[in-house]
């Protein structure tokens, strides 16, 4: 399973925008847009996933940042989802405003745009790596056809999370050099979140370049230090999907991290 996080347009929010109380209407998939993993999105990408939907009679769930083990940060549902020129605009209830503090809380970060991004978790159905001479990395990973789980506001894209992780990282080693004692738990869980970074990294591959010194002397772009989430990061898309890898490496470390 993967996610993808980016900034959305919140088209609306509640009455006053036209909309029922505790609704909110947002673009949260552009398509033909090539996005900081190098995937592009086609038209057409959700359409039999969303017929699935409407066919089951189940709402696509409405949940706060992918916080799926906690029962008070699925939020709401998703009223509509289409298609449209730009890409997947959804309307989504946010329920119980009454009685879920959580609830309440995005709704009010949604109506004063202090949350601005979206995410929704996704497996890729069809896909491919499309090659172009005129690209920096020779081309792009296309998706086509996807299988939606779930969607739903959050606060800070992958790129930032990745800063967070490593300050998080960088605070444990301080600990340990300083005759911090590790418990067999947290050993355990780091241990295996450093295996499943291993396992990207030689997965892999890294840009080739002959001016590395000349590289390494200019700033860092604003796609590889998260503050530009709608840029390519400094390295090519890999040509076959590995996001899987990558996102289980992420959660693993976050896990780790977090219980550490």
């Not at 409407?54 to 799926?68: E, L, N, T, V, Y």
């Not at 050993?187 to 499943?196: N, V």
């Amino acid at each position: 399973m993967h996610t993808k996080s980016f900034p959305a347009r919140v088209k609306a929010v509640g009455a006053a925008q036209g909309l029922e109380d505790g609704q909110v209407k947002a673009l949260v998939s552009v398509f033909g847009n090539e996005d900081s993993y190098g995937d592009v999105v086609q038209p057409g990408a959700f359409a039999d996933d969303l017929d699935r939907w409407k066919a089951s009679g189940d709402p696509i769930p409405f949940i706060w940042s992918h916080d799926w083990g906690d029962p008070f940060s699925h939020v709401g549902h998703v009223l509509d989802a289409e298609e449209t020129n730009e890409g997947l605009v959804v309307t989504a209830q946010i329920d119980d405003l009454d009685t879920n503090p959580k609830a309440a809380q995005v709704h009010r970060l949604l109506k004063g745009r202090r949350v601005t991004q979206f995410s929704f978790a996704y497996d890729v159905v069809e896909g491919a790596f499309v090659e172009k001479e005129d690209h920096r990395y020779g081309g792009y990973y296309e998706l086509r056809k996807m299988r939606v789980h779930e969607v739903g506001p959050c606060l800070i894209g992958a790129n930032q999370e990745t800063e967070l992780l490593a300050a998080k990282a960088a605070d444990l080693t301080c600990g340990i050099k300083a005759g911090r004692v590790l418990s067999q738990a947290n050993y355990d869980r780091l241990t295996k979140a450093r295996d499943s970074i291993t396992a990207v990294l030689d997965a892999a591959t890294p840009e080739d370049t002959n001016d590395d010194a000349k590289r390494a002397s200019q700033p860092a772009s604003g796609a590889a230090s998260g503050s530009d989430p709608d840029r390519a990061p400094d390295a090519p898309p890999a040509k076959q999907h590995g996001r899987s890898a990558q996102v289980a490496a992420r959660l693993t470390l976050m896990t780790a991290l977090n219980g550490a």
